[in-house]
């Protein structure tokens, strides 16, 4: 690793480049402007002086094109590098395509939408600050196929919800699956949303640009924030997830330090963020890349041995449960709306597709499995374990089979391998305001990405409550994120090209997202301060 001078001189020069690339690209619109001005003038044009100065976040993309991979010896190839990642799109920009609003009047025509003025334009090639030496996604040599998209969307979907659904029975009762299925085919419609407003404009590859076109800046810094935040909540899950599985595995820990008592969660909360912390300072990540692919197969295996212990080592299924629970409905929404958002991701499966007409296709294909694994878990987990049933169903799995031990150590693995990719999205928007002079040390961010790390740790000790928080997750930013702001910005984008039944579906999908973050939030919220009193 470098030193810090070394690093800095480095960093400089990198500065210093973007200065020369950001003044010979304001001379060349110039030149353009005026060229233009002389021939012929574009009323639609909205471009203004503020287009010169990029807009957070710039590391969006690439950061989180390292959430979604396939692995490469199939081969796949990961979804939407950031140098090939849209080169069916960047072949027909232009060299001044820079000067363009995100909403050009070219795409604008050809769709026929009413131009949507937007203050800033995206500008990821003369970002003053450079992510590529903090960050380093493996290299991608082709276009996605179908096949590979759908394993990306599952990869993205399928994730620790899949633990706590059979609780979400417990709270919500049986008809409450009939809301896991709801929010399935709303979440699929909001993710097909995403998509017609990518295809409004060659230059929108992201939900972030997705919300500076709708919404302006305002729309964009909303977005990227609740996005950070989900991201944030889910790396706080991650370590409470995986001191639970620890301690199931081994409950007699206990340790007492300079008269301070810690328990076993606390000293496996405190372990596994030491062990994680290292690779957040990574900067190539690259390898843990293809490691969390292991995702799919990771919850698959779990659903496997919850399977395997109620058949095989005969714990057998029981009749539980009733019909419906009005009071825990809330708590449960929150948790199946967790469940399905992975909003964050899809425009980086878009872009990266061969053929991204077949978006749709992927998006049904995904969330189909993930509601039959969704489901199928949910029911065989309350079916064996009934109203005993915990927030992560692998904690009421017996320890002393061989089945149970594989799923609770594939519980503890599997976080550990997404764990920085998951903060990492986070650290480098931190990074990004940090005044460009001062990026020349790499203790700075050295220590940004400690703190960020550390904080996870101490929101997971106060709140130690795997199912609440993702209920307060799910019910506060998984509803905006997956439900509301897709319907949203799709209205602001294509408002007079939509028929009446268009503008009615966004509608109540946006009533459905309204009403069920509003209750959800509370219940979460409740029950959660019911467990401090």
């Known amino acids: 690793m470098k030193g810090d001078e070394d690093f800095g001189r480095d960093r400089w020069d990198e500065l210093q480049t973007d200065d020369e690339e950001n003044q010979a690209e304001r001379t060349c619109e110039h030149d353009s402007e005026t060229d233009s001005d002389n021939s012929i003038s ?57 000067s363009k609003s995100l909403l050009s009047q070219e795409s604008l025509d050809k769709e026929e939408v009413p131009t949507s003025t937007l203050p800033l334009k995206l500008s990821t090639t003369s970002s003053r600050f450079r992510i590529s030496s903090f960050l380093q996604p493996p290299p991608q040599d082709s276009e996605s ?10 990869n993205v979907l399928c994730g620790i919800g899949l633990l706590t659904t059979p609780y979400a029975i417990k709270e919500g009762g049986w008809l409450s699956l009939f809301i896991l299925l709801l929010f399935g085919i709303l979440s699929c419609y909001t993710g097909i949303l995403l998509q017609k407003c990518l295809e409004s404009s060659d230059e929108l590859r992201t939900y ?52 301070i008592n810690l328990d076993a969660h606390q000293i496996f909360a405190i372990m596994v963020t030491t062990i994680v912390l290292p690779t957040v300072w990574l900067r190539d990540l690259s390898l843990l890349s293809y490691l969390s692919v292991g995702g799919v197969g990771a919850s698959i295996l779990v659903a496997i041995c919850l399977l395997w212990v109620g058949v095989v080592d005969k714990v057998g299924f029981h009749q539980y449960g009733i ?39 992927v998006m049904i294909i995904s969330f189909t499995f993930c509601w039959l694994i ?24 017996p320890t002393e089979l061989r089945a149970s031990e594989i799923a609770l150590w594939t519980s503890v693995v599997s976080p550990m391998t997404k764990y920085a990719l998951t903060i990492t999205p986070v650290a480098l928007s931190l990074e990004e305001l940090v005044p460009s002079c001062r990026l020349g040390s790499y203790s700075l961010l050295f220590i940004i990405r400690t703190v960020l790390v550390i904080s996870t740790l101490i929101v997971a000790l106060t709140f130690p409550f795997f199912g609440f928080v993702m209920a307060f997750a799910g019910s506060s930013l998984a509803m905006l994120v997956a439900i509301i702001f897709p319907c949203a910005c799709y209205l602001s984008i294509h408002r ?38």
């Open 323 to 361: 019909p419906i629970n009005f009071s825990g409905l809330p708590f449960a929404i929150g948790i199946y709306g967790y469940s399905y958002s992975g909003h964050a991701v899809f425009p980086n499966i878009y872009c990266s597709m061969k053929h991204p007409s077949n978006f749709a296709t």
């Open 145 to 154: 196929s179908i096949t590979q998209a759908v394993l990306n969307g599952i």
């Open 42 to 98: 574009s009323p639609h044009r909205t471009y203004s002086n503020e287009d010169n100065h990029t807009t957070w976040p710039q590391s969006y993309r690439n950061s989180i094109d390292l959430l979604s991979v396939t692995p490469p010896s199939i081969p796949f190839t990961i979804v939407a590098g950031l140098t090939s990642m849209c080169k069916r799109r960047r072949s027909s920009e232009n060299s001044n395509s820079l």
């Open 374 to 397: 969704y489901t199928g878990v949910a029911v065989c987990g309350f079916l064996m374990f009934g109203d005993a049933i915990k927030s992560q169903y692998t904690l009421n799995m």
């Open 208 to 259: 972030p640009d997705i919300g500076q076109a709708a919404f302006g800046t305002g729309g964009r810094l909303t977005i990227s924030i609740l996005l950070y935040l989900e991201l944030y909540a889910a790396c706080v899950e991650y370590i409470i997830m995986m001191s639970d599985n620890l301690t199931s595995l081994f409950p007699n820990t206990f340790m007492s330090l300079g008269g």
């Open 496 to 533: 007079e090209r939509l028929s009446k039944l268009q503008i009615g579906a966004c509608t109540f999908t946006i009533s459905v997202g309204v009403m069920t973050a509003c209750v959800g939030t509370y219940s979460s919220v409740a029950k959660m301060a019911d467990k401090f009193v």
